[in-house]
């Protein structure tokens, strides 16, 4: 008898961890990053403690490729362009903006040294996905985030804007390659939001933050910006995309996207007054509370899921 129990709870335990397995990558979220520069970009992915490592922690993305990556449902972390790298055969170098200093393609649980878009992301266990790009730590190159296939707001944001031909002198990297930010280049605590201006009601934006958020309104400009630069979504993926072209932004109402992946080539131009008109209109609220990515079982994983159940209740 004792042997059939210890049978009996090993059969059930190895049925639920197979049950767990199959029905792991229903919740999640794909990544795509494309790469529409007339450049090569080395993406760098950073995740957040306690949040498991994805496929690549940095890659080479040649003009006009894109790449995928699966996340889980709990990732959280941050993406961002390198550029300028120099790698060579074995995969050792660096790069001339936005390197993460580990000496390699690879950026091995190290981010981005300013100054480096981010694009940032929590994918929770509840109901939204949080996203934001941010220049808080800087700027080098342009950048926008696009969620398909969700329910929700589901705004595109970031920055279509080369920022470094606006760039003032005092914040430039030699060359006009990336831009600081004002904590970056003069470390006073009012632009970094640190000591006695640690908050939302005593930290303001300032002459430099506000040169940001007029190039790009959808970002973070300055740390505590969250009103108009923190976006939600419900069950999309989403796409990265490195010097995106106008035509491929949207507005929360707009329709869906081209798949998740794909690339205009078509090479239209969009009026700049246009454009501007475009980026003035993104505004979403702040939503708070916790974020997910769940999506609906597939037939056969809804079959699989009911056998399982069924075989497991015939031992209670």
Same mark, same amino acid.
């Given at each position: 008898m004792?042997?059939?129990?210890?049978? %009996?709870? &090993?059969?059930? @335990?190895?049925?639920?961890?197979i049950?767990? !397995?199959?029905?792991? #990558?229903?919740t +999640?979220?794909?990544?795509?990053?494309i790469?529409?520069?007339?450049?090569?970009?080395?993406?760098g992915?950073?995740?957040?403690?306690?949040?498991?490592?994805?496929?690549?922690?940095?890659?080479?993305l040649t003009?006009?490729?894109?790449?995928?990556?699966q996340?889980p449902?709990g990732?959280a972390?941050?993406?961002?362009g390198?550029?300028?790298?120099?790698?060579?055969?074995?995969? %050792?170098? &660096?790069?001339? @903006?936005?390197?993460?200093?580990?000496?390699? !393609?690879?950026?091995n #649980?190290?981010? +981005?040294?300013?100054?480096?878009?981010?694009a940032?992301?929590t994918?929770?266990?509840?109901?939204?996905?949080?996203?934001?790009?941010?220049?808080?730590?800087g700027?080098?190159?342009?950048?926008?985030?696009?969620?398909?296939?969700?329910?929700g707001?589901c705004?595109?944001t970031?920055c279509?804007?080369d920022?470094n031909?606006?760039?003032?002198?005092?914040l430039?990297?030699?060359?006009?390659?990336?831009?600081?930010?004002?904590c970056d280049?003069?470390?006073?605590?009012?632009y970094?939001?640190?000591?006695?201006y640690?908050?939302?009601?005593?930290c303001?934006?300032?002459?430099?933050?506000?040169?940001?958020?007029s190039?790009?309104?959808k970002?973070?400009?300055?740390a505590f910006?969250?009103?108009?630069?923190?976006?939600?979504?419900?069950?999309?993926?989403?796409s990265?995309?490195?010097?995106?072209n106008?035509?491929?932004?949207?507005?929360?109402?707009?329709?869906?996207?081209?798949?998740?992946?794909t690339?205009?080539?078509?090479?239209?131009d969009?009026?700049p007054?246009?454009?501007?008109?475009?980026?003035?209109q993104?505004?979403?609220?702040?939503?708070?509370?916790?974020s997910?990515?769940?999506?609906?079982f597939s037939?056969t994983?809804?079959?699989?899921a009911?056998?399982?159940f069924?075989v497991?209740?015939?031992?209670?």
């Amino acid at each position: 008898m004792a042997r059939f129990s210890c049978y %009996h709870h &090993s059969f059930i @335990t190895f049925l639920s961890f197979i049950l767990a !397995v199959f029905l792991e #990558g229903v919740t +999640a979220a794909t990544f795509t990053f494309i790469n529409k520069c007339d450049y090569t970009v080395w993406p760098g992915i950073l995740a957040n403690p306690g949040s498991r490592k994805l496929e690549s922690t940095g890659f080479e993305l040649t003009k006009g490729s894109s790449r995928s990556f699966q996340a889980p449902t709990g990732w959280a972390g941050r993406f961002w362009g390198r550029t300028g790298c120099n790698f060579n055969d074995s995969g %050792h170098g &660096s790069c001339a @903006t936005g390197d993460c200093g580990s000496g390699e !393609v690879e950026c091995n #649980g190290a981010g +981005a040294i300013p100054p480096a878009t981010l694009a940032e992301f929590t994918l929770g266990s509840g109901s939204q996905d949080f996203y934001d790009v941010s220049l808080v730590d800087g700027y080098n190159l342009p950048m926008i985030v696009e969620g398909s296939g969700g329910s929700g707001e589901c705004a595109t944001t970031g920055c279509m804007t080369d920022l470094n031909k606006k760039c003032p002198s005092e914040l430039r990297i030699d060359g006009g390659t990336a831009c600081k930010s004002a904590c970056d280049a003069f470390g006073n605590p009012e632009y970094c939001c640190s000591g006695v201006y640690n908050s939302p009601a005593a930290c303001k934006p300032s002459m430099y933050s506000e040169v940001f958020k007029s190039a790009c309104p959808k970002s973070y400009s300055y740390a505590f910006d969250d009103a108009t630069s923190t976006f939600t979504c419900i069950g999309a993926d989403y796409s990265i995309t490195f010097c995106p072209n106008v035509p491929s932004l949207k507005s929360p109402k707009d329709p869906d996207p081209k798949p998740t992946g794909t690339i205009d080539d078509s090479g239209s131009d969009t009026d700049p007054m246009q454009a501007a008109a475009l980026s003035s209109q993104w505004l979403a609220n702040l939503a708070t509370g916790d974020s997910t990515r769940i999506q609906p079982f597939s037939p056969t994983q809804l079959g699989f899921a009911k056998t399982i159940f069924i075989v497991l209740s015939l031992f209670f």
